[in-house]
């Protein structure tokens, strides 16, 4: 269950310190500078925006650069780009451009002049090389956001800031093509590649040195990172949006010249689209597991339409490891896979046997969740078990993060122990759904397996559950002593909770006045403050259900010390 045994340690700390200097050989300060008049030709591809935000692109028409609860205001005849960023994260996101397809979508007659200007301002700061803007992530950014959005930044060929603007874009393609190989792994480098096939296809005298090489490495790369399932190996849904909003575009522009490609880029295409509807709950947005959001709503609506996504979303995702239940107007969503693998568990959560249920009314219950442009600190505690609706034994995680020594510095944000093996079984009947699922995340530390079972009936109106702490067959138990547990169910914002006096039941009532009735046969329970961070860009107070008790470390799942059982069933309405 340890990920990162010291082979890796060396393995890793070796390539740190050779790469570095391999990186200052192969990347000199300044690459290397295109003759004059080398673009030989330049053909504008025309793409769909799917992400702009006309909002936000009204503000950067008046100077006002905000993210992550960020600004930087330079008014409308201002320059950001002498200007220190406000932090180092408001910096990836200026530099990578990513506020371009707002600019972009904006309508705005002056928007297109703006976006030359912005891009021109850069270019004549950071054209020639910088250290931090001319690093692999960032670069991959900038570049798919400046060849997304040529269509509105573009100009005649004539005018020289045009020439130049065509220039500087293939000497910084082609830095990032020297250099792809020290692209980070996982959807940078997925990026990266398709920036590479893209710049290919406009530029058409360079296909072979662009296109096919970056289609090459493109295949690869989906052989990696697109599960069989349609899911993200990062197993986090927001990246499945990202990767299919990746691959629809560069599927634009292959069409467009009227290329065909590959069948690694249809298959991935196809299963991005049927396996991005998996992951919604009723109100159109996203579950959030291992790092993703609820995301844009109209964003994925917009996305999911282009791609003709018709398909009535399926119940498993064996590759990725995530059951859905969708009984009537109710969805669940459950997390029964195993740990992200190395080195694209960067983002993942400690989060096994977690859930999320949504209804028409809205979520219910969910996990705390994250957002990109959620305050950092908020970060690692949010990827902790007790942070997910499941249980947590003696207040630990099942698994660890990386957190101190050389491990923290080679291996900074990934997990260092993960949760185990888990296991599911699923029966579908007539009257509903039975779900049982185990992992053995807590194992190493106490020898008890945690396993969860689940029946939603076929109503979508009562749900039942059962949590239970017993020693596997075989297996010798570590101690006799009782271990404490907290089983947590973190409720949306939007929900309102009241306690019972009994202190087994609560009261749960969605907008427009639906109830639901929470009840347990453990505890004693009660309602504390939790905090939801899965959209916007600041956290929001929210409340959990917390089920408490101590189970023994003998124990076989079935005496009342190590088994809880709950229920969640719908009120009828009042007439």
């Not at 995340?441 to 397996?449: A, Q």
């Not at 229920?567 to 309405?573: F, T, V, Y």
């Amino acid at each position: 269950m340890r990920r990162l045994p010291l082979s890796q340690v060396t393995k890793a700390a070796l390539s740190h310190t050779f790469g570095r200097i391999g990186s200052d050989i192969a990347s000199p300060f300044r690459p290397l500078i295109l003759r004059s008049g080398s673009v030989n030709t330049f053909e504008n591809i025309p793409i769909r925006n799917f992400r702009g935000d006309a909002d936000k692109g009204e503000e950067i028409l008046k100077g006002h650069f905000i993210f992550a609860n960020q600004h930087l205001d330079v008014g409308r005849q201002g320059n950001p780009w002498p200007i220190p960023a406000p932090s180092e994260r408001f910096a990836f996101w200026l530099h990578g451009f990513e506020w371009l397809w707002d600019l972009t979508i904006k309508g705005d007659k002056h928007a297109p002049a703006k976006a030359r200007e912005l891009i021109d301002q850069w270019i004549e700061v950071y054209g020639e090389w910088n250290d931090y803007s001319w690093d692999n992530d960032i670069l991959a950014n900038r570049l798919y956001a400046w060849l997304s959005n040529w269509g509105q930044i573009s100009s005649d060929r004539l005018e020289p800031s045009g020439e130049i603007r065509r220039q500087n874009l293939f000497r910084q393609v082609r830095h990032l093509k020297n250099v792809y190989k020290r692209t980070p792994a996982g959807l940078p480098k997925l990026k990266a590649a398709i920036v590479i096939s893209l710049a290919g296809l406009y530029r058409p005298e360079k296909s072979y040195d662009y296109l096919n090489r970056g289609l090459d490495w493109l295949d690869e790369q989906i052989h990696i990172q697109i599960l069989p399932d349609g899911g993200h190996i990062s197993r986090n849904p927001s990246q499945c949006v990202n990767a299919l909003e990746l691959l629809t575009t560069l599927d634009q522009a292959l069409e467009k010249r009227g290329v065909e490609g590959s069948p690694s880029i249809n298959r991935a295409l196809e299963r991005l689209r049927h396996v991005i509807p998996f992951f919604q709950l009723p109100d159109g947005g996203l579950a959030a597991f291992n790092g993703g959001d609820v995301g844009k709503k109209d964003y994925l609506k917009r996305l999911l339409k282009f791609s003709k996504t018709t398909a009535s979303p399926f119940a498993y995702c064996p590759h990725t490891g995530y059951q859905r239940i969708h009984q009537n107007n109710t969805v669940i969503l459950i997390d029964t896979g195993e740990t992200t693998p190395f080195p694209y568990d960067k983002e993942a959560h400690l989060a096994p046997l977690a859930f999320e249920m949504g209804t028409k009314s809205g979520r219910l219950i969910v996990n705390c969740g994250w957002s990109p442009e959620q305050p950092l600190n908020w970060r690692d505690p949010m990827r902790l078990t007790a942070a997910h609706s499941t249980l947590t034994l003696a207040d630990q995680s099942a698994g660890s993060l990386v957190t101190s020594g050389l491990r923290e510095k080679l291996f900074q944000n990934h997990i260092e122990m993960d949760v185990g093996a888990v296991e599911a079984t699923r029966r579908e009947q007539a009257e509903g759904v039975w779900l049982e699922t185990s992992h053995n995340g807590y194992s190493e530390n106490t020898g008890l397996t945690h396993r969860r079972r689940l029946y939603v009936h076929e109503s979508g109106q009562d749900i039942r559950g059962e949590d239970s702490l017993l020693v596997p067959i075989g297996s010798t138990p570590k101690s006799r002593e009782a271990i404490p547990f907290d089983i947590r169910f973190h409720l949306h914002p939007s929900v309102k909770a009241t306690l019972a006096q009994d202190l087994h039941s609560a009261l749960l009532i969605q907008p427009g006045q639906i109830g639901w009735r929470f009840r347990t046969d453990g505890g004693p329970m009660r309602i504390e403050e939790s905090v939801y961070l899965a959209e916007g860009d600041k956290p929001i107070k929210s409340e959990q259900i917390v089920i408490s008790g101590s189970a023994f470390a003998d124990g076989d799942g079935e005496s009342k010390s190590n088994r809880v059982r709950w229920s969640i069933r719908r009120l009828e309405a009042r007439s």
